[in-house]
Structure formats: structure tokens, C-alpha cells
């Protein structure tokens, strides 16, 4: 199953997206948060940390300017670009913010 | 990427980039839910407009009115996202949850029993498959 979370900047919806994953994890579904946002803070939503957060995004960053290695599948992105959160989320950060248009 | 993600039974969360940019590219199949989040402000409900109409095409859709202080506010999101598909999920504002993201915190850490978590734990209950 997937589910999105859409809406405004700023209107509460990395928030909602890391505490629901944390929710459904809870209650014994395999989750994978992913972070899709040019502003990648789910993460510190999902209780992983700033630091490790940013940690994560810099791991994205690296391939986008050519300084990591490229997976050649869907599989290997997860294992490469992610980490294991509280209550065992998976989360996994790909938001390209080199790309990010501005406003 | 979210088309070529696998769900193999888990659930998978996905927080878009803010405004409709990805929800535009989103085809079908690749969705099964769209979470899409409004609070009681002008701006914020004409994005939520527009995201529920694009998002009706492929998928699923739920409006979340969050930040609510009253049932003024829930009428509020209501007629101008102009709703029709039922039952809004209301996350009332809660001032803990506030304090937890600007702590860098985890709101289900930091305020577990508060009226925000609470409510999206509803929802999760609600999200889950059969």
C-alpha cells in the first residue's frame, strides 16, 4: 500500500507523514518512510534526528553530484539511501535539492 | 521513484515535495492513498483545492485538516477546498507538537498523548488494509 502526503509548505505534512509512519509501524506493519520533499525533514519527524537527517541527505547529495555510486536498482536505492528509524521504520531520503525550485 | 517502489505488503509513507509538482506527475496505479493536508489559511486551502482535484484522478483521496482550533475552522477548509467526499480528519492544533518540531523532535516522542498524535494515530487506524 502507498500512501502521500500532499499539500501547502509549512502546512504540517512532513509532521503528519512521520508520525503516522511511526503509528503504523507500531502496529506491526513494515513501514518505509520516503522522503520525497525538496526540503528533506522527515526524518526529524520520525524521531531519527538532525544530525543523522542530515547525514542522510548528503548520502543523496553525493550521487546527484557524481561522488557516489549509482544503484542499478529500486533495491539497492533503499539499502544505499536509507537508515532504520524507531520502531523499525525504514526511511529513505530522495529528494534532489540541488534541483529544488526556488519558493 | 514512487511508481517503482514496491509495497511487497509493507506500507509505504511518502512525504511530497511541497505544492502539486509531484502529485501532477503521479500515474495510475502508482498511489493508493492521497493524504492531503490543509490548515485554517487562505493559501494553504487553494493548494489543497488543487491537490485534491489532481490527486481524485489516480488515486484515493483524504483531507486532512490540521492545526484546527475549532469547528469554524474544520467549515473553513471544508467550503473552500470545496470537500465532498465525506468525513474531513480533523488534527486538532496542538501547541506540544509545535514545540517538538521546533526542538527537532519526533511529535510521537515528545507529546505522545497529545490531541496531534492522538488523531493521526486515528488515522493510521483508519489507513490500515484489511
Redesign the interface.
Known sequence: MKIAVAGKGGVGKTTIAGTLARTLARRGNEVLAFDADVNPMLGVSLGVGSERTEQLVAVRQALDEGEAEHQPTVEGMEQAFGAAGPDGVWLLVCSRIDRADPG | ??G????N???????????????LR?QAG??????????PTA??IE??RR?VRI?STT?RVML?A??VRSNADVELIREGVAWEGGDIVI?PDDPE?ARA?EE??????AAPNGP??RA??A???L???A
Open positions: 521513484m514512487l517503482e517502489l514496491e509495497s505488503g509493507r506500507i509505504v509513507v511518502c512525504d511530497l515535495e511541497a505544492g502539486l509538482g509531484t502529485l503521479v502508482q498511489l493508493d492513498v492521497a493524504l492531503v493536508v490543509a490548515q493559501k494553504s493548494v489543497a491537490a490527486a488515486s486532512i490540521n492545526r488534527v507538537v518540531d527537532g523532535l519526533a511529535p510521537i516522542d496531534g498524535v493521526v494515530e488515522l493510521a487506524a489507513l490500515e488494509p
